[in-house]
Nanobody, 119 residues
């Protein structure tokens, strides 16, 4: 079965860093573009970042640009999100999601990992 399992979330102080991971299985990871999407308390889903299937092209929401870095290791079937200079407004559940093509929507979702930024 298809699985996307996020890990690496937790409690961090403002200005701190976290690295999220998403372990994929059950599908051809290297054929899929991947995204990170987050949901803050009481809010809807917010797209955060995306990376193409080969890892050569990345994009970011304005709110995280310059602070977050998306990457992937296709040999390990793993997606990453390095989050630096974290702010309280980054507090959310972070999900990884897979898309087979642009404009296709997301085919697979992970269960999410909680990130809390608080002093």
């Amino acid at each position: 079965e298809v699985q996307l399992v996020e890990s690496g979330g937790g409690l961090v102080q403002p200005g701190g860093s976290l690295r999220l991971s998403c372990a994929a299985s059950g599908f051809t990871f290297s054929s899929y573009a991947m995204s990170w999407v987050r949901q803050a308390p009481g809010k809807g889903l917010e797209w955060v970042s995306a990376i193409d299937s080969g890892g050569g092209s990345t994009s970011y929401a304005d709110s995280v640009k310059g602070r977050f870095t998306i990457s992937r290791d296709n040999a390990k079937n793993t997606l990453y999100l390095q989050m630096n200079s974290l702010k309280p407004e980054d507090t959310a559940v972070y999900y990884c999601a897979a898309a087979s093509g642009a404009g296709t929507g997301y085919d697979y979702w992970g269960q999410g990992t909680q990130v809390t930024v608080s002093s």
